[in-house]
């Protein structure tokens, strides 16, 4: 197969836009009212100068030696700050702390292999300490992106072939999230038979849980009688995944009993339909969130309560990832790309979930781009992820289109090639 032996020329940044927003979750779950789409009131989490504020992100681009030039974003999550993560970042900052640490490193670099530089950018300590998440995750996207168009391969079979994980590249399931237009958007993913939704944003207890968990319920009721009401095909049977931002632990005080026997309620509710909750709970730490998980757990387990229950806070790292595993804290584990850094270690830790029979959720932020959404299709394809997030945005369709139709092209790039023997492509 034919490839060319490129270097990195030089490395430019510029400031984008994100996704989304970055949200102050403190803010929110302390009673923040909307007003249209804004939230009242002042900010709790550093480095907001308000509640509600624009995304971010910073365009890497790695000049090649033949002219061509590689691409990654550097982005973080809607919720920075929250739950153990890096705090809010700023483009300025994120652009001068590539061009003093990592440009000079990047620079001449190979780009033969993806994992050893990869990883030597992801290590790199400063000042005491790993450089920002945000800066990792996006300097490594245009690594792979490099790598892949040396070896005139799709980024997919790059991180197939240098891992080895035996997968046959080829479409995953796609969660689509429906930030707060939760109504019209379930309709618009009913339609276009998203496989696995609605998210919901259920990130209060007053206006989306209820103190007895009575408007989650009808919420959850609600989408139920629509699949089936406006559903073409009756084998049309999508997995129910909410995301719960902690508040239903805070509405039932953090009980596993009371909390178990509401998500037998909501398992009877969303019947015949397969029903996960992300972040059921809130246990303000690491440790503790590992140990409050894995008794709800077995709570579900003793009782035959079919609810997945799905991590995410305080897992933000491969050995946060690790450590819930091994704790038996949860049937799903959200691996959010941003927060692990460099994407080796998304890889790794989607490897070393399936590895250990749980199901790997290929996730990341409304907050993230274009690019990191491409990035993200090939990786979890790669690993064989069980679902990957549609990203970027809260409006579906964006998310649907970016990351689905990456997929099927580098489905069909690959089976082209596997048929034709080693047919390579001209990026």
């Known amino acids: 197969m034919r490839s060319v032996h490129l270097t990195i020329s030089d490395v430019l940044c510029t400031p984008g836009r994100s996704g989304f927003f970055f949200d102050d979750q403190m803010a929110i779950r302390g009673g923040a009212p909307h007003e249209g789409f804004d939230y009242q009131g002042a900010p709790n989490t550093a480095g907001f100068s308000r509640i509600r504020q624009p995304g971010e992100s910073v365009s890497v681009m790695l000049l090649l030696s033949d002219g061509d030039v590689a691409l990654g974003d550097c982005v973080t999550v809607q919720y920075p700050g929250a739950g153990g993560r890096d705090p809010l970042f700023r483009s300025q900052d994120v652009i001068a702390l590539i061009n003093t640490h990592l440009r000079p490193l990047l620079i001449g ?46 980024m997919a079979e790059v991180i197939r072939d240098e891992y080895d994980t035996g ?32 998210h919901g944003l259920i990130n209060d207890v007053a206006t989306k849980v209820g103190r007895d968990g009575e408007i989650f319920r009808e919420f959850v009721r609600w989408v ?60 303000g730490g690491r440790e503790a969130q590992i140990v409050a998980m894995a008794e709800l757990r077995r709570e579900l387990k003793e009782r035959s309560i079919n609810v997945q229950i799905v991590v995410d806070e305080w897992c933000n790292t491969l050995a946060d990832i690790e450590a819930f595993v091994v704790g038996e804290s949860a049937d799903v584990v959200h691996v959010k790309m ?61 998310g649907l289109q970016i990351v689905g139709n990456e997929m099927t092209r580098v489905t069909a790039l690959v089976a082209l090639r596997e048929r034709e023997g080693g047919w390579a492509m001209d990026l």
Do not use: W
């Open 109 to 154: 670099a190979s780009l033969q292999s993806f994992q050893s530089l990869a990883t030597e950018i992801d290590s790199l300590v400063v000042d005491g300490k790993p450089l920002p998440s945000a800066i990792r995750y996006g300097v490594t996207q245009a690594i792979l992106d490099g790598v892949a168009r040396s070896k005139r391969l799709t």
């Open 167 to 198: 997968v046959t590249i080829a479409p995953v399931a796609m969660f689509a999230q429906s930030g707060d237009d939760r109504y019209a958007n379930v309709e618009k993913m009913i339609l276009k038979e998203v496989d696995v939704m609605p």
């Open 224 to 283: 139920h009688d629509r699949i089936l009401a406006l559903r073409m095909r009756s084998d049309y049977s999508p997995l129910l995944h909410f995301d719960c931002y902690g508040t239903i632990g805070e509405a039932f005080d953090g009980d596993p009993v009371a909390i178990a026997d509401y998500l037998a309620d909501l398992e009877d509710v969303a019947a015949p339909f397969q029903l996960r909750l992300e972040h059921p709970l809130d246990a």
């Open 338 to 398: 941003p927060d692990l850094g460099g994407i080796n270690n998304t890889i790794e830790a989607l490897l070393y979930v399936r590895a250990h029979g749980l199901r790997a959720y290929c996730g990341g932020s409304c907050t993230e781009t274009d690019q990191s959404a491409r990035v993200s299709a090939n990786v979890a394809m790669a690993c064989g992820a069980d679902q990957v997030l549609a990203k970027p945005g809260m409006g579906v369709d964006e």
